[in-house]
């Protein structure tokens, strides 16, 4: 199972996520292969495995105007890029270690430690811009993703635009499933962020609904105005360091 897992990661390396597997499409058997793998000291994460904290950063210092870009921008440590098709959500514009985010990470890996009780190493940072109607498809994490958050750093939706994360299956001493765990919306406001643990949760989003009721974007289209609807998340993904995906740390 495990080779599958990693069969899987090393060919969708340029993603953030493990795809459905056609004979696991709700990921229970990965789910009970992966539950425990990533053990914290806080108990209310290891209960749901996933932690909101409200007000976690102020949103002002990472916005940016939206230049209703796409595609996959992909810096090195040099601050230079390429851009190639992005593929986890078509049409979006996503950057994987955008150098100005780099300084967050880190000072929001100390506040996360602090939190779950653990020391953690970076990995990368991602930041992504939604536009209407786009969606995050129901995924599990690649192994440099086992401790992750995410923060929202602004909107002009109007009204929240919830993530989904499953809460963990319950089981006996045989691994059997006694009792299953719950897909929660989370909603968050600008300046919130959420802890997950993105190796063993499933977690994804909905269709971003437009800002705009039909009509609007029906006079939009003939005036030759775009959907200006977006969503703009920033990601922060870390290793344990007393874990075993700790050979991962700082892995692009």
């Not at 499933?177 to 919306?185: A, H």
């Not at 959907?227 to 995906?245: K, N, P, S």
Request: proline content about 5%; glycine content about 6%; hydrophobic content about 30%.
């Amino acid at each position: 199972m495990l080779m599958t897992i990693f069969s899987k990661f090393r060919k969708n390396k340029p993603a953030n996520l493990i795809p459905i597997d056609q004979e696991d499409p709700d990921f229970e058997e990965r789910e009970k292969f992966l539950f425990g793998t990533s053990k914290t000291n806080n108990d209310e994460f290891e209960r749901n495995g996933y932690l909101v904290v409200r007000n976690f950063w102020d949103p002002n210092d990472l916005r940016e105007e939206i230049d209703y870009a796409s595609g996959n921008y992909q810096y090195n440590q040099f601050g230079k890029y390429t851009i190639s098709e992005e593929a986890q959500v078509p049409g979006s514009r996503a950057r994987h270690n955008y150098p100005p985010y780099k300084y967050f990470h880190s000072q929001a890996r100390i506040k996360i430690q602090n939190i779950i009780g653990k020391e953690l190493f970076n990995t990368y940072h991602y930041d992504r811009v939604y536009y209407a109607n786009q969606e995050l498809v129901k995924h599990i994490d690649r192994p440099n993703c086992e401790i992750s958050a995410t923060f929202q750093i602004g909107s002009n939706t109007g009204k929240s635009w919830p993530i989904w994360i499953k809460t963990p299956d319950t089981y006996d001493e045989n691994k059997n499933i006694v009792k299953k765990g719950k897909d929660v919306d989370i909603h968050l406001n600008d300046g919130d962020l959420v802890i997950y643990k993105g190796v063993e949760r499933p977690h994804w989003r909905k269709p971003l609904k437009s800002r705009y009721n039909s009509a609007q974007r029906f006079f939009r289209k003939i005036m030759g105005k775009i959907d200006d609807t977006y969503h703009h998340q920033l990601f922060f993904h870390y290793v344990l360091a007393d874990g075993e995906r700790c050979s991962f740390a700082g892995q692009r």
